[in-house]
Structures are given as structure tokens and as C-alpha cells.
T-cell receptor
Framework: DAGVTQSPTHLIKTRGQQVTLRCSPK?????VSWYQQALGQGPQFIFQ???????QRGNFPDRFSGHQFPNYSSELNVNALLLGDSALYLC?????????????FGSGTRLTVV | AQKITQTQPGMFVQEKEAVTLDCTYD???????LFWYKQPSSGEMIFLIY??????QNATEGRYSLNFQKARKSANLVISASQLGDSAMYFC??????????FGPGTRLSVLP
């Protein structure tokens, strides 16, 4: 039973570019959340998708956007990249929003902006 | 707003000994969950243990136990019989029902042979 899979694992982008990160949730899960983890810090919540809609959002600018597909997979898009966007981006999936159990994280995508 | 504080940036422990990682939290909510996650260098957040705010007994999961002191708003993680594979970052987090996680800054644990 595959867990949460994220792609790519690493990528390097130039300041000002746009990037798309992808996440496939754990089998049976329908809710996807995204987190940004800067070096040396704990993860920070970006947003959550359920039923193909953004349900909750953290304190991140509109440059961060997302999408959820009918198969529950999700994308995180970041426009006009800044050096400060360099971080590990973690995707987590769960069965319906709000549950405290079965919340599963992927291994993340490490984004470097140069 | 919820906040998690972890005051130990790094900890060292001898193999086979027990270690306590500190966590204090701040919330005005009555119902919440407290979690500990382990993050090895691979990046994946690995769930260790959960404590609900209304649970009267401290949670235990194998070698992990959570020392929950609600009045002091603390949720310390105790790892017994440390192993070399326990070396990693450890994050304390809290979550309201329906909300997403708020994480602390983490503690880097190094287990010495």
C-alpha cells in the first residue's frame, strides 16, 4: 500500500520563475495538505484541498496556489519565485478533513531558488 | 493563535539511556490534539505518538511515551532505551479538530554509541 508520493524529490529554479510540485495521496485518502519547511524550522501550513476545493489556507501570499484533481492528487504552484521560497515542501494526506488519525506525510520536494 | 515551543535545539543521549524532549504549547481551545513526529534526514515526517486534550492517561507507543501536564501546557516526549536509529529531528505539534498542524521549531536528537 503506497504512502504519500511527491515529485520531484529535488529541483533548482531561478528567481522569478514558476514551479509546480506534485503529490499523490495515500490510497483511500481524499484530503491533501501542503506545508513549507524552511531550513532549521518546523513545517508551516500552506493550504488544504478537499473535494477539489481549497478548504483552508495558512498565511501565505497568493503566489502560492494549488489544485486537486478528481483522483485526489494535488499540485502546488508557486509563481514569481523568491530566494526565500527555498524550502522542503511537504504534502500530507488524510481521510476527510479534521481527522486526527491517519494523517500521513510524504518525503517532500526540496526546492532551491537561486 | 496556537503556538508550540521547543526550547532544546539539540540534545545528546547515550545509547540505551532514556531521554526527554520538552514541548510547551499555548492555545485558548479546550479540545485539541498533541503530536510528536520524527523527521530523519530523508525528510519524511514519521508519526510517533498522539495525546488528546481530554485523555486522562498519558499516551504510550512502544518506547515512546508522552508526559502530558495539561495545567502546565506541556507535552514532553520520553524515549526509553535510545537506539542509534533514533537520531533525527523531533517535532512537537498541535491540532484542533478540523484544523491543520502547528509545529514547533524542533529538537535535533543525537544518540551516541
Amino acid at each position: 500500500d503506497a504512502g504519500v508520493t511527491q515529485s520531484p524529490t529535488h529541483l533548482i529554479k531561478t528567481r522569478g520563475q514558476q514551479v509546480t510540485l506534485r503529490c499523490s495521496p495515500k490510497s483511500g485518502h481524499d484530503t491533501v495538505s501542503w506545508y513549507q519547511q524552511a531550513l532549521g524550522q518546523g513545517p508551516q501550513f500552506i493550504f488544504q484541498y478537499y473535494e477539489e476545493e481549497e478548504r483552508q489556507r495558512g498565511n501565505f501570499p497568493d503566489r502560492f496556489s494549488g489544485h486537486q484533481f478528481p483522483n485526489y492528487s494535488s499540485e502546488l504552484n508557486v509563481n514569481a519565485l523568491l530566494l526565500g521560497d527555498s524550502a522542503l515542501y511537504l504534502c500530507a494526506s488524510s481521510l476527510v478533513p479534521g481527522t486526527n488519525y491517519g494523517y500521513t506525510f510524504g518525503s517532500g520536494t526540496r526546492l532551491t531558488v537561486v | 493563535a496556537q503556538k508550540i515551543t521547543q526550547t532544546q535545539p539539540g540534545m545528546f543521549v547515550q545509547e540505551k539511556e532514556a531521554v526527554t524532549l520538552d514541548c510547551t504549547y499555548d492555545t485558548s481551545d479546550q479540545s485539541y490534539g498533541l503530536f510528536w513526529y520524527k523527521q530523519p534526514s530523508s525528510g519524511e515526517m514519521i508519526f510517533l505518538i498522539y495525546q488528546g486534550s481530554y485523555d486522562e492517561q498519558n499516551a504510550t507507543e512502544g518506547r515512546y511515551s508522552l508526559n502530558f501536564q495539561k495545567a502546565r501546557k506541556s507535552a514532553n516526549l520520553v524515549i526509553s532505551a535510545s537506539q542509534l536509529g533514533d537520531s533525527a529531528m523531533y517535532f512537537c505539534a498541535m491540532r484542533d479538530y478540523g484544523q491543520n498542524f502547528v509545529f514547533g521549531p524542533g529538537t535535533r536528537l543525537s544518540v551516541l554509541p
